[in-house]
C-alpha cells in the first residue's frame, strides 16, 4: 500500500523553554574540537519535568562520538550507577544543534 503524504511541512511550535534549551545546545556544540572531516554538535537531553537529564558534545567521549551518542552513553552510566531511575525516561525531548561552520 501507499500512503499518500501531504507536501505541506508539518506545523512545529516551539517555547520560551525551547528556544531555552536550544541555544543551550548551540553552545555545547562549541565545547566540540573542530575537525576538518565532522560538524560539531551538542546535544541536550530533558525529562518530563522540564529538568536536564543528559548533555554531550561532538567526540566529547573516546573514540569519534556524536553529541547524541555521547549524551545517550552519560544516560546509561547513570541508569547503572543508580543516580537516574528507568521511569526518569518517560518522554524525554533532545534538542540538537550544531555551531555555525565559520567559527
Keep these: 500500500l501507499r500512503k499518500s503524504m501531504s507536501s505541506d511541512p508539518p506545523q512545529v511550535s516551539s517555547s520560551e523553554e525551547d528556544v531555552r534549551w536550544m541555544l543551550k545546545a548551540v553552545k555545547l556544540a562549541y ?60 518522554d524525554l525531548r533532545m534538542y540538537v544543534s550544531s555551531r555555525d561552520a565559520a567559527s
Excluded at 69 to 85: H, P, V
Design 31 to 90: 565545547e566540540s574540537n573542530p575537525v576538518d572531516s565532522a560538524y560539531c554538535v551538542g546535544c541536550i537531553v530533558v525529562g518530563e519535568d522540564g529538568k536536564e537529564i543528559a548533555t554531550g558534545y561532538s567526540r566529547e567521549l573516546e573514540g569519534n562520538t556524536h553529541a547524541e551518542e555521547c549524551a545517550i552513553r552519560k544516560m546509561n552510566d547513570a541508569l547503572k550507577n543508580g543516580s537516574l531511575k528507568s521511569e526518569d525516561l518517560k
